[in-house]
C-alpha cells in the first residue's frame, strides 16, 4: 500500500528556509514520478515542482531559483528545500506521486500535508 | 502557461442530482487531464487521470468526458458523501496548471 507522510513544515521568517520531507511507504521513490503540490489558506490547488524517476526536475515560475526538489533513496523520502521564503509561500505543502511506471500530473496518491507559515 | 478554467465555481445541488462541472484549458491538452476531489481539511483524492478513466476504486457515478479543451467531470447521483470541492489539472506541460475549483454544496 502506497503512504506519503509529510514532515518539516512550520512558522519561519520571511527570507528563512525551511526542508519539508515525504517519507515514502509501498514503493521506491527513486521508480515514480512525484510531486509536491501546495494550497494556500482558503485557496486553490497551486503544482510546485516534480521530480522524474530519472532525475530529471521541473517548477513552478513562483519558485524557480529557490526551491529544490531532491529524494533519498536509502531513505526512501522526498524533500524540498525551500530558501527565500516569501509571505506568499504560506500553504499547506503536500507531496504526491503517481504509481509506478505511470507519469500522469502526479496526483494519483496524496499525503496529508505539512503547514508551512511565513511570518515575522 | 496553460490556464484552466472551471465553471461554476460553486453549485448548490439535492441528494441524488446529476452534476456537471467543466474545465476548459485555454490550449489543445491531448487528454492529458484528471480530476481530484478534495474534503475540507482533507488532502485531494484523485478521481479521473487521462480525461476519461476511472481510478481503481472510485464508484462508476463519476465519469469523466471530453477532448482537446473542454472536459466534463459528472456525478451522476449526488449522494452526501460527494459534496466537496472539485479540480481539474492539465499534465500536457509545464508549468502543471489547475482550474480554480467547483464547490458542491448541499441545497
Known amino acids: 500500500e502506497v503512504q506519503l507522510v509529510e514532515s518539516g513544515g512550520g512558522l519561519v521568517q520571511p527570507g528563512g528556509s525551511l526542508r519539508l520531507s515525504c517519507a515514502a511507504s509501498g514503493f521506491i521513490v527513486s521508480n515514480n514520478y512525484m510531486s509536491w503540490v501546495r494550497q494556500a489558506p482558503g485557496k486553490g490547488l497551486e503544482w510546485v515542482s516534480v521530480i522524474y524517476s530519472g532525475g530529471s526536475t521541473y517548477y513552478a515560475d513562483s519558485v524557480k531559483g529557490r526551491f529544490t526538489i531532491s529524494r533519498d533513496i536509502s531513505k526512501n523520502t522526498l524533500f524540498l528545500q525551500m530558501n527565500t521564503l516569501r509571505a506568499e509561500d504560506t500553504a499547506v505543502y503536500y507531496c504526491a506521486t503517481d504509481r509506478e511506471g505511470m507519469i500522469r500530473g502526479g496526483g494519483d496518491f496524496w499525503g496529508q500535508g505539512t503547514l508551512v507559515t511565513v511570518s515575522p | 502557461d496553460i490556464q484552466m478554467t472551471q465553471s461554476p465555481s460553486s453549485l448548490s445541488a439535492s441528494v441524488g442530482d446529476r452534476v456537471t462541472i467543466t474545465c476548459r484549458a485555454s490550449q489543445g491538452i491531448n487528454n492529458y487531464l484528471a480530476w481530484f476531489q478534495q474534503q475540507p481539511g482533507k488532502a485531494p483524492k484523485s478521481l479521473i487521470y487521462?480525461?476519461?478513466t476511472l481510478q481503481s476504486g472510485v464508484p462508476s457515478k463519476f465519469s469523466g468526458s471530453g477532448s482537446g479543451t473542454d472536459f466534463t467531470l459528472t456525478i451522476s447521483s449526488l449522494q452526501p458523501e460527494d459534496f466537496a470541492t472539485y479540480y481539474c489539472?492539465?499534465?500536457?506541460?509545464?508549468?502543471?496548471?489547475f482550474g480554480g475549483g467547483t464547490k458542491v454544496e448541499i441545497k
Open positions: 487521462d480525461a476519461s
Open positions: 489539472q492539465q499534465y500536457n506541460s509545464y508549468p502543471l496548471t
